[in-house]
């Protein structure tokens, strides 16, 4: 499977540096176009596949096929628009350390919101997996609205800090205090009603505290901000100071 999981990675590479190109450039419908396409064409192809029950690797291939279609629909007849509107504002060398930095940091993100289920599970017996299966879906479940919400448009973020002149630091702190808001808000829902949504979709099997419960709502409030505190970094080239 090394071949179309090789083309898969480039394709991925593809559609985020064209992804980064239309948030720039604010071609919007292009930009929900790859967005929006993406997931729409890999998840009819996989429908079709399971519904025929194709073998893995067929399904493979249906999962890197999206990536050079969006690229297709989303490019036509914007193609030419793109190249003369698109520049780099810095040398390539530049640019290319710029890349190495920001990778570095949102690998740095990926291990802060993907490494608390994987030490959790290191940590936890196989005797507890009741327990533990607890514990990573009551994360998913609290942590998953605040931070995949702020994740989902920090590239947006980097765009309306560009634009800012002189209020990016006041927009920082208006976009700040807003997330700490809505946390807390949903750590307080958590509180009350956290238990009572896990019964419903999980059944009675997972006991947590209503404390624990919202603390752990709360806890996604640090990562949100570290990503819209990368936003504003990436919009001031500050990317030495995001990569750590």
């Known amino acids: 499977f090394g071949f ?42 996989l429908v079709f596949g399971i519904e025929l029950e194709l073998n893995f690797e067929v399904l493979l291939w249906f999962l890197i096929l999206p990536y050079p279609i969006v690229l297709l629909i989303s490019a036509l007849g914007n193609f030419k628009k793109l190249i003369g509107n698109s520049f780099i504002d810095v040398g390539y060398g530049i640019a290319y350390l710029n890349v190495a930095r920001t990778l570095l940091g949102a690998l740095g993100t990926s291990f802060i919101i993907s490494g608390v289920p994987i030490f959790l599970a290191s940590q936890i017996s196989l005797t507890s997996q009741t327990h533990l299966s607890a514990l990573i879906f009551a994360l998913i479940l609290t942590r998953a609205p605040l931070v995949i919400g702020v994740l989902a448009v920090q590239s947006y973020f980097v765009v309306l800090f560009r634009d800012l002149a002189n209020d990016k630091t006041k927009f920082l702190l208006i976009i700040t205090g807003t997330c700490v808001l809505i946390g807390s808000v949903l750590g307080v829902a958590a509180y009350f009603f956290g238990q009572q949504i896990i019964n419903y979709l999980a059944g009675e099997n997972f006991l947590l505290s209503p404390l624990f ?16 505190s990368g936003a504003y970094l ?5 990317h030495n100071v995001y990569s750590l």
């Open 234 to 238: 990436l919009s001031n080239n500050r």
């Open 213 to 228: 419960l919202a603390l752990l709502t709360m806890s996604a409030i640090p990562t949100a901000l570290l990503a819209i």
């Open 4 to 45: 179309p999981l090789t083309l898969g990675v480039a394709g991925s590479v593809f559609v985020a540096g064209l992804s980064g190109i239309y948030y720039g450039s604010k071609s919007w419908i292009s930009l929900a176009t790859v967005i929006i396409g993406d997931v729409a064409i890999r998840l009819a192809l």
